[in-house]
């Protein structure tokens, strides 16, 4: 059976799990965990990419993420392959780390962003790596700690958690570890993991079928939400991927964008490839980043090719050229046209 697409876009809030192969461990000790989260804080500040809640188990990881400029699967495929080789390196080991496709599960966040933040930071307790809540409040391999004021993670948005609770930093930590407590009786929470609609029962049409019915399902194996929200990303989803495949088969691939962006910016084509740091040349490169992963689908890895660059110079040329974007009111094509 093959695989479903990745959803994901700017604003997007993921649960993403990964797992070591075989359920091996993917943290054997302290070293390895301190390892991942420098990696870790490097990757989302380089990406801002904002983080509300992880935790790191012997054998697999959750992270609460929301979708920056730098797309998730561009963002996880810079820490998880860094972490690998490390790992490798360090252990002395050859071969796969992790699980081919970590999961990702895109999540409606007003219904969900506190109970995710619980259910994660519970992980450590419900797997007894600590033995009780005050225990967690320290411990240094779980965003808890840092939500409780008691370790620092520069790269951990606590500000916008904790703004739920009170605007006050003591008040909202108090309600907020009551809220956790309160969690723990609960358990394991499946629900929070799987999503509760089937989907290849069916497909998009048994969705669409029973949307307009007036039934509410809370999403695929993909997306956590209510119908709404469900029906919503998909047809996003499907919208972005048709036009993806639209623009190639009109023959909109790299050259061409080169093309239009020197066109765009009155330049020489060779000189928008060109390598260097002239204010044009960077400011063609950023958009040429930026419309070839948005708009045409191109990953960092194949433009970093193209460009012969690396690929985080990629990611954050994709960023400038986001801003520059939207600044300058540019568009690739017109929507009517697209």
């Known amino acids: 059976m093959p695989r479903k697409a990745r959803i994901d876009a700017p604003g997007a809030l993921h649960h993403i799990i990964v797992r070591g192969i075989e359920r091996r461990k993917i943290f054997r000790d302290n070293k390895d965990r301190d390892n991942f989260l420098d990696r870790l804080g490097v990757v989302l500040i380089d990406t801002q990419t904002p ?27 810079r820490l998880l392959t860094g972490y690998a080789i ?5 252990h002395r080991r050859h071969g796969q780390l992790f699980q081919n496709r970590y999961r990702s599960i895109l999540c409606q966040e007003d219904a969900y962003l506190l109970e995710l933040v619980r259910y994660i930071h519970l992980n450590p307790l419900r797997a007894r790596l600590v033995s009780d809540l005050k225990e967690l409040d320290k411990y240094p391999y779980c965003g808890h700690s ?40 609960e358990g394991r929470r499946p629900d929070l993991v799987g999503g509760g609609l089937i989907r290849s029962a069916g497909g998009w049409s048994v ?58 910016l009155d330049m020489e084509p060779e000189d928008v490839l060109a390598r260097g740091k002239y204010k044009q040349t960077v400011k063609a490169r950023a958009l040429l980043c930026y419309w ?28 400038r050229g986001r801003k520059i974007a939207l600044e300058e009111g540019l568009k690739l094509l017109e929507r009517h046209n697209q």
């Open 207 to 264: 969705l669409k079928a029973v949307r307009k019915s007036g039934a509410r399902m809370k999403g695929d194996e993909r997306i956590l939400g209510d119908g709404d929200f469900v029906e919503k990303v998909l047809d996003e989803a499907g919208e972005s991927l048709e036009r993806k495949y639209k623009l190639g088969s009109q023959g909109y691939d790299f050259d061409w964008l080169v093309q239009h962006v020197a066109q765009l």
């Open 292 to 319: 070839g992963m948005r708009e045409l689908g191109m990953t960092s890895v194949q433009l970093a090719q193209k460009l012969n660059l690396a690929q985080p110079t990629i990611s954050q040329s994709a960023m």
């Open 51 to 77: 983080c509300f809640a992880w935790a790191l188990m012997p054998n697999h990881l959750h992270l609460l993420l929301r979708t920056g400029l730098v797309p998730i699967a561009t963002v996880m495929r």
């Open 146 to 185: 840092v939500l409780m004021g008691k370790k620092k993670r520069e790269w951990q948005d606590t500000d916008y958690i904790l703004r739920f609770y009170d605007s006050k930093y003591s008040i909202a930590r108090r309600r907020y570890r009551a809220y956790v407590k309160q969690g723990i009786a």
């Open 86 to 90: 490390g790992f490798n390196h360090r």
